[in-house]
């Protein structure tokens, strides 16, 4: 079975800087995809970033960016230039391709402070 | 376009009694998820649906619990004679075709389910 660890509960950050969110997982699988999903306190659950792990480039968008690194099997989410709308709770997920399921981590608490 | 309706947004059941939890997908959207979050964790799915049929339901308990998409109306997550355990955020996700990988899922906000 897939697992996903997020290993750091907690983290905070100074508005305007940079940090870092890791996550691994583990598979035994080669074709899959990994998210990053974002969780206001709305509780509503927000897709921030998506890796297909065919693909040797590390997916961007704007501030977010991923270090995918397969061997590893880890998937680091980037966030530049970090806003006080980015506290939240982070989760890291896994999807086999084909599972129509997604396979969450524990989650990460982010507060940007200003 | 409306996102992903759930209802109720809170739920408060005793022991024994029946919760039902709705979600209405967003417009044109066919399939449905539901996930349920327990306190401290991720995540974790239950069900997939599509229009009037379970496509995968590994996820959910065996015993006390259902669900439904029927043709017309919203899908329907259904807990029989709940206990404690049960005291969760249910999410609803839909998306217009199968592929929850594709970037294409919208979650609802949840439904927290308290049982007392």
């Known amino acids: 079975a897939q697992t996903v660890t997020q290993s750091q509960p907690e983290m905070s950050v100074q508005e305007a800087e940079t940090v870092t969110l890791s996550c691994t997982y583990d598979?035994?699988?080669?074709?899959?995809?990994l998210f990053w999903y974002k969780q206001p306190p709305s509780r509503q659950m927000i897709l921030v970033i998506r890796q297909e792990a065919y693909k040797q480039q590390n997916a961007t968008e704007n501030r977010f960016s991923v270090n995918f690194q397969k061997a590893a099997k880890s998937f680091s989410l980037k966030i530049s230039d970090s806003q006080l709308g980015d506290t939240a709770m982070y989760f890291c997920a896994f999807e086999e391709s084909g599972s129509e399921k997604l396979v969450f981590g524990k989650g990460m608490k982010l507060t940007v402070n200003p | 376009n409306a996102g992903v309706m759930q209802n109720p947004r809170h739920l408060v059941r005793r022991r024994g009694q029946e919760a039902r939890l709705r979600c209405s997908p967003m417009?044109?959207?066919?399939?449905v998820y539901w996930y349920r979050q327990l306190p401290e964790e991720g995540l974790k799915f239950m069900v997939y649906l599509q229009k009037e049929n379970i496509i995968d339901e590994s996820g959910m308990p065996k015993e006390r619990f259902s669900a439904e998409f029927p043709k017309e109306g919203p899908s329907i997550l259904r807990i029989q004679q709940v206990v404690r355990g049960d005291s969760a955020a249910y999410f609803c996700?839909?998306?217009?075709?199968?592929?929850?990988?594709?970037?294409?899922?919208?979650f609802g906000e949840g439904s927290r389910l308290t049982v007392l």
């Open positions: 598979t035994s699988e080669s074709n899959y995809y």
């Open positions: 996700a839909s998306s217009p075709w199968g592929g929850s990988n594709t970037g294409e899922l919208f």
């Open positions: 417009k044109g959207h066919s399939h």
